[in-house]
């Protein structure tokens, strides 16, 4: 699992509300992202991470904001959760293997927001 | 314009049959494929990438480049096959493109 945690696992929140979901991992790996997942949209990227405090936006961005300060925290912050944004969010990493890259991921957080 | 498409959202097999999820993508450099599994509820895992040349589980992809393809193959489906298959590309150092996902069911 390339050491890769989330938390909380699951989280039910209010319309409005703030919400900030983690990403740990133990390996120091220099990429990190995060995905969300919703049915007929497979997974799109959030946020990603080249580094520390050097983070950049994906393709659904709007409404989430991400911080590292630490090679190993990834924060996913949402500012005021909408219903939007129910979905399942994964972290991952990204490591050179074997002559490429690949990337690794987390369990998930199942976030629902009222 | 960088894409993955899964055209089946849904795919039933019977068990022994063989299995095909199709994956094309578009993309004007050097591509770098995978197939990534998800079984109920758990996290996505990497199964096979095009630069490996593996067979995983029994799986096998090649990547055809004319035909700009990364389909998923199996000879004969197994009932613990059935699962949530992502294509995806490597578009850049940090960028990863994903398909919308096919569901995979295999029925005794």
Redesign the interface.
């Known amino acids: 699992d390339a050491g890769i945690t989330q938390s909380p696992r699951h989280k039910v929140t209010e319309t409005g509300t703030p919400v900030t979901l983690r990403c740990h991992q133990t390996e120091n790996h220099r990429y990190m992202y995060w995905y969300r997942q919703d049915p007929g949209h497979g997974l799109r990227l959030i946020h990603y991470s080249y580094g520390v405090k050097d983070t950049d936006k994906g393709e659904v961005s709007d409404g989430y904001s991400v911080s590292r300060s630490k090679t190993e925290d990834f924060l996913l912050t949402l500012e005021s959760a909408t219903s939007s944004q129910t979905s399942v969010y994964f972290c991952a990493i990204s490591e050179s293997n074997r002559g490429g890259y690949e990337q690794y991921f987390g369990p998930g957080t199942r976030l629902t927001v009222t | 314009a960088q894409r993955v498409t899964?055209p089946e959202?849904l795919l039933s097999v019977f068990k022994g049959a063989p299995v095909e999820l199709k994956c094309n993508y578009s993309y004007s450099g050097s591509p770098?494929l995978?197939w990534?599994v998800q079984y109920s509820r758990?996290?996505?895992?990497?199964l096979l990438?095009h630069?490996?040349r593996e067979s995983i589980k029994g799986f096998t992809a090649d990547l055809n480049k004319g035909e700009t393809s990364f389909h998923l193959k199996k000879p004969f489906a197994q009932e613990e096959d059935s699962a949530m298959y992502?294509c995806?590309l490597?578009a850049g150092?940090?960028?990863?493109i994903?398909?919308?996902?096919t569901r995979l069911k295999v029925l005794a």
């Open positions: 899964q959202k770098e995978f990534y758990q996290r996505l895992q990497l990438r630069i490996s992502y995806a490597r150092t940090y960028k990863y994903f398909g919308t996902g």
